[in-house]
Each structure stands twice: as structure tokens, then as C-alpha cells.
């Protein structure tokens, strides 16, 4: 398994209306992800959410994840997740943006994409119908390899056109594309982002081991998948989780036994309203006091809604993971109740002692994969008129 941190621009509280406390926050979660290439992590997912208010303030992750590429020298960076509504954004932005993203990272970006978080986020762009946008998810997803490839795109579809013929730059630094992901909640997704040869994106909203049905259908899906959306096949699942992974097992624990611990989730289930929610759960501003006792975080670390402990102990917590299919595991941060200073520290413990016994191999998953990319499309659909041009400047790059 292959390990990462997932940042989402969380600013629970009275916080969430000061400009000073947000400037601090963004300044945090990117150290997060600069601090982790230090440490063995492989991959730093970066949210785009749009008015959700304390849940997350990262609308434009891109800045964020063009300064943590310039910082750092191996982490994949990638979106948790972009929203591919044309009503929200023309497509022929996501695939210029993902390409450009390509090749700022130096081939490390992982392009996650999606339907959008729900209702409330998809109205702030007059998306009143939130059903609507999975069948234009299904379709703009299909047209950005397209972009990618061809010198002269052209389409006409039922959500966008590009009704002549041009030439989508920057073109990804090949070989190969940004591996594609998209988020999944539901069997039928899993089993259709399987079919169509993209990477799974899973949050854990219940218990580890009731997600192995859905991980099952998705490795039925890529066994079965003969034509994947992109140049090669992404067979990945990413689940997300929360750790508090410390060299000292009763300060883990003393942290995980915080006050109000469950904030966030109150929040997910608020904004959340394309993904069935537990009767149990609560929607803010009802919230989960915390965990009351020693006894309810051992219940709720054998049941894997989180990770805590020394770290032998997590290690051994993670075996679940790989029982149930995981390829890579994504802890979002800060989860309720970790400080920043314990977040730092928890990057380094976990990086140095836990994530060597599971990954050994120094190259990432989605890079091997890439390199057995193939095109699927020429470069002209259209005949190309015989022009010659007499001169170049000097400094052309090639003449």
C-alpha cells in the first residue's frame, strides 16, 4: 500500500469568518504537504470546494498545489476532486489546467475529479438539480483524453460544444496523462470507474470492511475493462481516513480523546447530500461531543473509522486496509483535535516508522502504470492544409 495526506482547507468555528485565521490555515496546509515529501508520503490530495463554510475554504487548490510542487521534490499532488459541470466551468479549462498542473509537478499530478460535494456547493453556481450533473461528469470525462491528444478538437454533445476545430494547449508532458480518479460512493460507481480504467476515490464514511463490497466491484470492473477512458489503466483505490500516529501510544490516545472530536463529520453530513448518510450520524449544528472513553476509541479503532497509536500498533491496524483491497491510504488533515505542531509530528512518525513496512518500493503506483500509456486518437481528425512558413525566430526552441 502507498500512503498519503488529504488537505481540504478545514477552519471549523469563529474561525471560519476571520481572513487573518484563514491566511494561517492556507500557510499550515501547505507546509502539510512539504513536510510530508520529507517523510516517505507518496501523495498530497489537495479538495476544491466552493461555499462550504468551515468545511473547507480551499475553492482554488491549484495555487496551493503549484507552491507545494515548487517545494518539493517527489510527492504526487493531485485534486480531491475537481467538479466537471460545464455549467460550472467549461471543460476545455479542466483539461488545460490539468495538463499545465502536468507539467508544473514534473509528471507528479493526479487528476481527481467528480460530480461535485452537493446541492448547496452546486448551487452556488446555479446547479439547482444535483442529480443532473453525474451524466455530465460521464460525459466530459470521456472528452478530456480527446483534448489531450487531438490538434484539432472538435465536439458536439449534449452539455458543451467546441463547435470548431482547435487546438487544446498545453498538451500533458508526455508520455502518457495525469492519471485519472474520480470520487465514489455508491457499488455502481465503484464498478463503473473499474469499466472505464480510472482510479477508485473512497471516503470512509462507514467502517473500513463495509467498504470491501464496493472494492470488490471495483476490481471486478478493471478485470473486465477493454477500453479505459484514458491511455492506460489507473487500477487504484484510495480510501481516506484520520490517524493520530505518535511515538508516545497515551499521548496518541489523550489526543484522540479530545473534546468535540466528530466535528467534522457533522459538517460532511451537513454538505454531503449526494452520499446516504447513517441514521446514527449528525448533521451540524447537532455534533459528536467527542469520544467519551477508552473504551468507545477501542471499539472505534477495531471497526477502522481511525488509526491511533504508537506506531507498531498502527501498523498492525492498517492490515485491515489490505484485507479489503486498499492500494493507497489518505489521511485527511488536521482531523479534529490534532494541533498543527502534532500534525508536523505525526508526518515525521508515521513517514519514517509506519509507511516503510508497507511500501517499499521507491517509485509511485501511478507512475509505473503511466509508462504503459497508449494513444488512442491522431493528432488531426481533419485534413491538415500544406503550409510551409520561411523563417523562425532564433530563439524557437526547435527549428
Known amino acids: 500500500m502507498e500512503f498519503g495526506i488529504f488537505i481540504n482547507g478545514y477552519l471549523p468555528g469563529p474561525a471560519s469568518r476571520d481572513t487573518d485565521a484563514e491566511h494561517l490555515m492556507l500557510e499550515r496546509e501547505i507546509s502539510y504537504g512539504v513536510t510530508a515529501d520529507l517523510y516517505n508520503w507518496k501523495y498530497a490530495w489537495y479538495g476544491e470546494h466552493h461555499a462550504l463554510t468551515e468545511y473547507s475554504h480551499m475553492s482554488a487548490p491549484e495555487p496551493i498545489m503549484g507552491m507545494v510542487a515548487a517545494r518539493t521534490d517527489r510527492i504526487h499532488i493531485g485534486t480531491g476532486i475537481n467538479s466537471l459541470s460545464p455549467r460550472k466551468e467549461h471543460p476545455v479549462r479542466y483539461a488545460e489546467r490539468a495538463a499545465m498542473m502536468d507539467h508544473i509537478t514534473n509528471r507528479r499530478f493526479e487528476w481527481g475529479t467528480g460530480r461535485g460535494a452537493g446541492s448547496h456547493e452546486m448551487a452556488s453556481f446555479n446547479i439547482l438539480d444535483k442529480d443532473s450533473t453525474k451524466a455530465e461528469w460521464n ?21 458543451f460544444t467546441v463547435p470548431t476545430p482547435h487546438n487544446i494547449l498545453p498538451k500533458p ?39 470491501k463490497g464496493r472494492i470488490d466491484a471495483y476490481k471486478e470492473g478493471i478485470a473486465n475493462c477493454t477500453e479505459p477512458v484514458g491511455q492506460f489503466v489507473n487500477d487504484n483505490v484510495m480510501l481516506t481516513n484520520a490517524v493520530i500516529c505518535l511515538a508516545d501510544r497515551k499521548r496518541a490516545r489523550e489526543i484522540a480523546l479530545r473534546e468535540c472530536r466528530g466535528y467534522l463529520y457533522s459538517l460532511v453530513c451537513l454538505y454531503h447530500d449526494t452520499i446516504p448518510k447513517p441514521d446514527y ?43 479489503v483491497g486498499c492500494d493507497q ?6 482531523s479534529d483535535s490534532m494541533e498543527h505542531d502534532e500534525v508536523l509530528e505525526m508526518l515525521e512518525v508515521f513517514g519514517t516508522k509506519v509507511i516503510p513496512q508497507f511500501d517499499t518500493d521507491p517509485v509511485h503506483r501511478t507512475t509505473r502504470l503511466r509508462q504503459s500509456a497508449v494513444r488512442k486518437y491522431p493528432d488531426f481528425s481533419f485534413d491538415v492544409p500544406d503550409i510551409s512558413v520561411a523563417n523562425l525566430p532564433t530563439n524557437a526552441l526547435i527549428r
Open 139 to 159: 460525459e466530459v470525462i470521456r472528452q478530456i483524453p480527446r483534448m489531450w491528444e487531438q490538434r484539432d478538437y472538435m465536439y458536439e454533445g449534449e452539455s
Open 173 to 211: 508532458y508526455g508520455p502518457g496523462h495525469p492519471p485519472i480518479w474520480v470520487a465514489c460512493g455508491n457499488p455502481a460507481t465503484f464498478a463503473q470507474a473499474g469499466e472505464m480504467g480510472i482510479g477508485a476515490i473512497a471516503f470512509n464514511f462507514e467502517p473500513v470492511f463495509g467498504l
Open 281 to 323: 450520524a449528525p448533521t451540524w449544528p447537532e455534533t459528536i461531543g467527542g469520544v467519551p472513553d477508552e473504551e468507545t476509541l477501542d471499539h472505534l479503532i477495531e471497526a477502522g473509522w481511525l488509526l491511533c497509536g504508537e506506531p507498531d500498533e498502527v501498523a498492525e491496524q492498517l492490515a485491515r486496509y489490505e484485507q
Open 329 to 334: 491510504v489518505v489521511f485527511g488533515l488536521p
